[in-house]
């Protein structure tokens, strides 16, 4: 069996500066194994898989996978899956609505420019609560930080589980070095570091870093955890744009929106690889 496949750079800004995202689609015919085999032999941070959807209100579904294991939610194969289904479809939504595990997303798509922008609405939190001293204690050793660079932090889960840490500043937040082997001795799937920007092109700047995985290069979902996060305390404007990648070589740009009380978390995709894959 031979199923169409695509690589997306999600939240680019020029070629090869987002975070790839590995595309199957029509794969109703695939089982468990074959997508979780397909992922890890991408070794990209996320794979999807397109099906059709099973809600109503669903234009697609979608199965997003590490390489180690499956995700309820994640926010840049959203983005990256809303813009392959639109380019395989012909579709021209201005709103697309995502069935995947934790319910429907709903994306909705800014073409006043020559190069569309997908964005999706921040799903609520499934769980946010302060970490606690020992969880604080060790994420600030793995991240060799001092509790006087910290203004706040919060476990984000919307998918994914963050501990979501607010520091000083974007100096110290490109000066950490983690070691990951104490960052995984914190519950969750890792750290995210956000830290508001001065005199930068950009309002603040955003690091994600994952025991097992590395660094990630751009994060949707954290994204979208800090949103809610720090919007939701007041610590955010209306709009932004969040810098992420920097220590990774990327340039990713994530754009945070607020409307009627919801954030919108959005960026630019662009297929760089088109094809077939066997299975």
């Not at 190069?115 to 302060?130: S, Y």
């Not at 799937?189 to 001065?198: C, D, E, R, V, Y």
Request: aromatic letters at 8%; hydrophobic letters at 40%; charged letters at 25%.
């Amino acid at each position: 069996m031979r199923l169409k496949f695509s690589q997306v750079d999600v939240f680019h800004t020029g070629p090869c500066t987002g975070n790839p995202l590995a595309v199957v689609h029509n794969a109703d015919g695939l089982n468990d194994e074959q997508m979780q085999s397909f992922a890890n032999w991408t070794n990209l941070s996320e794979t999807t898989f397109l099906l059709n959807p099973t809600h109503p209100d669903a234009d697609y579904r979608v199965r997003i996978f590490t390489p180690h294991f499956e995700l309820p939610f994640a926010g840049h194969p959203t983005l990256g899956s809303a813009y392959a289904h639109q380019q395989e479809t012909g579709s021209r939504a201005k709103r697309l609505v995502q069935e995947c595990e934790i319910g429907l997303v709903e994306v909705r798509v800014d073409s006043a420019n020559e190069e569309p922008v997908f964005a999706f609405k921040a799903p609520e939190l499934i769980e946010e609560r302060d970490p606690t001293a020992d969880e604080l204690r060790q994420a600030l050793r793995g991240l060799g930080l001092h509790r006087s660079q910290v203004r706040d932090a919060h476990w984000l889960v919307n998918g994914p589980e963050f501990l979501g840490i607010l520091l000083d500043s974007v100096d110290t937040l490109r000066a950490v070095k983690p070691d990951y082997g104490l960052l995984a001795e914190v519950a969750g799937t890792g750290i995210g570091l956000f830290s508001f920007a001065q005199d930068e092109a950009f309002d603040a700047e955003v690091r994600a870093l994952i025991p097992g995985l590395g660094e990630d290069p751009v994060t949707g979902s954290l994204n979208a955890g800090f949103a809610k996060w720090l919007g939701g305390t007041g610590r955010l404007p209306d709009t932004m744009t969040v810098r992420q990648g920097t220590m990774v070589g990327r340039r990713g740009e994530v754009r945070v929106s607020s409307e009627d009380g919801e954030y919108w978390i959005g960026g630019r995709c662009q297929k760089l690889i088109e094809g077939s894959v066997a299975f």
